[in-house]
Each structure stands twice: as structure tokens, then as C-alpha cells.
């Protein structure tokens, strides 16, 4: 069977978790591709929460296996935890889920690094989440990063210390106040590694070829969003992995004519988290009515988002170069209220009207030209059902299908599993 995809087309945080959950009951495996624990995905069903980091957001479903890609960074630290998260639940986790031997680990001083790094970056610091993802994506592509598989063997405490030794040097290299004790660090890293090595560790890209052939259906999970991207993203201000439809190749090794339906989540609004352009921000009373009321604040750090209008010069973008076949508009719930609403539709870029994203989005090249809708009044969080919309709701769904030329098949309404409408 083909596989499909599920990925973010702003900056991460769009509620892919939800929407993941939502549709594992039509999938037998769920794999999450790339990222690690800098991703916080939000699940709301019977009246609990969950927040998922690295585990895939297929977990809570009684059938479905779920699998942490090659692609994925892990920190046995974080993946304890969410572990312990999950024990009061009736969750077989040593049957359900399972880990490639080829994803890498994040050791406690890939941590520091990203520390010291973004303290030595000062005003220009990246808004890192501090979780090591970027110093362990460098490893992995500088091949000296430690791997799942690793754990299996004799001496992988040997190449740990050699690897930790240059980290240190490194940290020193940075010449900034970054306080840790090791040895503390350490003791937590490797009872949190003993816990992983409890785990079933395969040869993923073979279990998911053999799944493939036995007519299983796969769903993969990305993190992150499409503007994170580390090729495709607001570079430098992005995180360290191909958040695009061609991670789930790389961090899979699913072959791009395997992939059928890609489904592009995004939010009705747009929020971004940590630093970097971000065109239709809004700095006024508007965008702290959106963050208040979408309670936009990151579910990793706790940070405060950002909130702006939608900018579809991006979503085209992202839409793009995803080849996204269907799209999942999230938090409509959120926008009630609101008298007017903005839809960036094209760039006043150096003088010129530009209706595509250029290479550099920084605030003195870009102002957003924006078309006004009429917003809706009415509380959206109860509806059932598609013909329950307003007017006003479905001129601006309209609109947007008609631009990116893709329908929107689900419309979300709020962040439990219940509140999600299927077009
Ligand atoms: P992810 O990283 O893409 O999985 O998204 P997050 O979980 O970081 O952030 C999405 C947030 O929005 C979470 O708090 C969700 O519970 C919440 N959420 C998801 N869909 C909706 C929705 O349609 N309406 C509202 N109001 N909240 C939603
Ligand atoms: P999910 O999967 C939103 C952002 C950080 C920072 C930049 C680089 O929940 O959507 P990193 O720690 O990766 O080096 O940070 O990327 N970022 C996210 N923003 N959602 C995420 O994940 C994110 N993961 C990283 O805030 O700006
Ligand atoms: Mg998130």
C-alpha cells in the first residue's frame, strides 16, 4: 500500500498531533520521520491532554504500531519522560512502539552546545528550544553522531566519552557562562538510556518495505512546519531537519513513489515561535486577542507565539513544495469574533507587487498587501457539521481552496478529537 504524509505548511504548531489522531483509526502504522523533542504535539480526548515529544501521535489508538523514524533525533532523557507520561495508561508500549537503530541520540552535551551556541549568538540567536537538536544534527552530518543501533554494541560508552571530550572542548570554545554538572547530567542520560534499551529496536526502512508489501497502511508524521524547514525554511531562523515532504523519504527510506496522499495542516491564523521574519505579524491589539484566545503558547517551552494574519504567499509555497493534495484547516474556532479579517494575498517586495516568496523576507524588504473579509460571529466549537458554518466561514474556506487549488477536507474547531469537521 502507498503511504501518505501529514506536515506543517507554517511554523510548526499548526496541530498536527490532533489531526494525527484523528485519522490513525484509518492507518495501521504511524512513523514520525525527523525532529525530536523540540516538537510538542497536543492530543485532547475524554477530557485529558497529552502533549507528545518524540513518540509518534498514534500511540493512544488500540491497534496501530507506531514508529520513531531514522530520521528522528531522540534524547533518552525527554523520551523517559514521556514514557512515564504515559504509564497510567493502558498502552502495551513495548509492543506498540518501535525505534530505528538508525536514529541518532541526543547526548546531554549536544544540550549545552545548543546553549553555548545560542548564548554566542546573542541578539541573532535562532530561538533555539534548547533541546539539542541542532549540535546532533551536525554530528549525524559530520558522522560522528551515536545511534540507537550503538546501544547494542560493547563499546559505544568509548565513542560517548570521545564524543563528549570534543563536546566539551567545544563548549569551552564558546566562551560563555553555560554552568552544568556533567557528571549529573550523565548519571540521568544513561538510566534514562538503560529505559530505551528496554524498547524494540529494528531495521525500520525494512519493516516498513515488508509493511508496504503486506498491504499495511502507513501514515507518516512530520514535526516542525514546512517554513522551519532547514532548505526550504527562513534559513538561518529554522530548525536542523527537512520538515518537507522529502524528509519522509530520508527519514523513512519510503521511496518517493510510495507517497500518495499528502496532507498539509495549517492554521486559520499564523503563529511562529522564536526568532526570524515573520511578515504578518501583528504587534497590536488584534494579535493579542488571537494569542489569548488560541491560547498560543508553546507547548515545549511555554514561550509566547507570535500571532499574525494568514499569509498565503506562503502557504502557496509550502503547499508547493509539498505537493499537498489535501489540506486540514485548524483553529477556525479561534477567529470568531473577530469584525475583519486579512488574508495576505501578495508581497510589496523592493518596491514591487510579488506574489511569490522571495529569498529574503526580512521587514524592511516585505510588506504584506492584504484582502479583507467579513468576520463570523458565531461560536464554531460545537458544530458537527459543515452546513452549521456561516456564511462568512465559508467565503473565506472558499477562498482559500480557490487560491492554493487544493480543497480543505477537514476544518478544525476546537482541540479535542470530537471538534473536528470532515468536508
Ligand atoms: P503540533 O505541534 O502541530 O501538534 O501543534 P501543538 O500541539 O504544538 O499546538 C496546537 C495547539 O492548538 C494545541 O494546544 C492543540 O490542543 C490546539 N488545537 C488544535 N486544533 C485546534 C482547534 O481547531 N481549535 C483550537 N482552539 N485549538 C486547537
Ligand atoms: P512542532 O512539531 C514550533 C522552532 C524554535 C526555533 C527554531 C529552531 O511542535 O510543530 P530547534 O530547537 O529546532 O533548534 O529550534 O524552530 N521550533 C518549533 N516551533 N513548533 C515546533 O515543533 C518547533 N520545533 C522547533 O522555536 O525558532
Ligand atoms: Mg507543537
Same mark, same amino acid.
Given at each position: 500500500m502507498a503511504v501518505d504524509l501529514l506536515l506543517g505548511l507554517?511554523?510548526? #504548531?499548526?496541530g498536527k498531533g490532533k489531526i494525527v489522531d484523528v485519522l490513525t &483509526?484509518?492507518?495501521d502504522i504511524i512513523a514520525r520521520f525527523q525532529g525530536g523533542p523540540n516538537a510538542g504535539h497536543t492530543l485532547e480526548f475524554d477530557g485529558i491532554k497529552h502533549v507528545l515529544r518524540?513518540? =509518534?501521535? +498514534?500511540?493512544?489508538?488500540?491497534t496501530a504500531t507506531n514508529v520513531i523514524g531514522n530520521g528522528v533525533v531522540i534524547d533518552p532523557v525527554v523520551f523517559k519522560k514521556e514514557l512515564d507520561g504515559l504509564a497510567?495508561?493502558?498502552? #502495551?508500549i513495548h509492543k506498540k512502539l518501535i525505534i530505528s537503530r538508525k536514529a541518532h541520540l541526543i547526548l546531554p552535551t549536544h544540550r549545552l552546545l545548543d546553549a553555548a551556541s545560542e548564548a554566542a549568538k546573542g541578539? &541573532?540567536?535562532? +530561538?533555539?528550544?534548547? !533541546?539539542g537538536i541542532g549540535p546532533t544534527y551536525m554530528d549525524k552530518t559530520g558522522r560522528n553522531g551515536i545511534r540507537v543501533?550503538?546501544?547494542?554494541?560493547?563499546?559505544w560508552k568509548e565513542k560517548y566519552r570521545a564524543l563528549t571530550n570534543k563536546h566539551e572542548a567545544m563548549i569551552n570554545f564558546y566562551n560563555v557562562d553555560v554552568q552544568y554538572d556533567l557528571q549529573e547530567l550523565e548519571d540521568e542520560f544513561f538510566a534514562a538510556v538503560k529505559v530505551l534499551k528496554t524498547l524494540q529496536f529494528i531495521d525500520s526502512e525494512e519493516y516498513l518495505h515488508q509493511a508496504q508489501k503486506s498491504g499495511k497502511t502507513i501514515l507518516a508524521e512530520g514535526a516542525q512546519g514546512s517554513l522551519l524547514?532547514?532548505?526550504?525554511?527562513t534559513y538561518p531562523f529554522?530548525?536542523?531537519?527537512?520538515?518537507?515532504?522529502?524528509g519522509a523519504c530520508t527519514g523513512?527510506?519510503? &521511496?518517493?513513489? !510510495?507517497?500518495?496522499d499528502v496532507f498539509g495542516i495549517f492554521k486559520a491564523y499564523t503563529t511562529r515561535v522564536g526568532s526570524g521574519p515573520f511578515p504578518t505579524e501583528l504587534f497590536d491589539d488584534v494579535g493579542s486577542d488571537m494569542a489569548r484566545i488560541g491560547h498560543e503558547? +508553546?507547548?515545549?517551552?511555554g514561550r509566547p507565539r507570535r500571532c499574525g494574519w494568514l499569509d498565503l504567499v506562503a502557504l502557496k509555497y509550502t503547499a508547493q513544495v509539498n505537493g499537498v493534495t489535501q489540506l486540514m484547516m485548524m483553529?477556525? #474556532?479561534?477567529?470568531?469574533?473577530? !469584525?475583519t479579517l486579512k488574508v495576505c494575498t501578495a508581497y510589496k517586495y523592493k518596491g514591487e507587487t510579488i506574489s511569490h516568496l522571495p529569498y529574503n523576507i526580512e521587514p524592511e524588504n516585505i510588506e504584506p498587501i492584504y484582502t479583507d473579509f467579513k468576520g463570523w460571529k458565531?461560536?464554531?466549537?460545537?458544530?458537527?457539521?459543515?452546513?452549521?458554518?456561516?456564511k462568512e466561514l465559508n467565503d473565506y474556506i472558499d477562498f482559500l481552496e480557490k487560491e492554493l487549488?487544493? =480543497?480543505? !477536507?477537514i476544518v478544525s474547531v +476546537?482541540?479535542?478529537?470530537?471538534q473536528t469537521i470532515h468536508r
Open positions: 507554517q511554523w510548526g #504548531d499548526e &483509526a484509518n492507518y518524540t513518540i =509518534p501521535s +498514534g500511540i493512544f489508538h488500540e497510567k495508561f493502558d498502552i #502495551d541578539k &541573532a540567536k535562532i +530561538g533555539s528550544t534548547l !533541546k543501533g550503538d546501544l547494542e554494541l560493547d563499546n524547514d532547514i532548505d526550504f525554511g529554522v530548525t536542523s531537519s527537512t520538515t518537507t515532504a522529502a523513512l527510506g519510503v &521511496a518517493p513513489n !510510495k507517497i500518495k503558547f +508553546g507547548a515545549v517551552t483553529k477556525g #474556532d479561534v477567529l470568531s469574533g473577530f !469584525k458565531e461560536d464554531l466549537t460545537q458544530m458537527t457539521d459543515p452546513s452549521q458554518f456561516p487549488e487544493i =480543497p480543505i !477536507k +476546537g482541540p479535542d478529537r470530537t
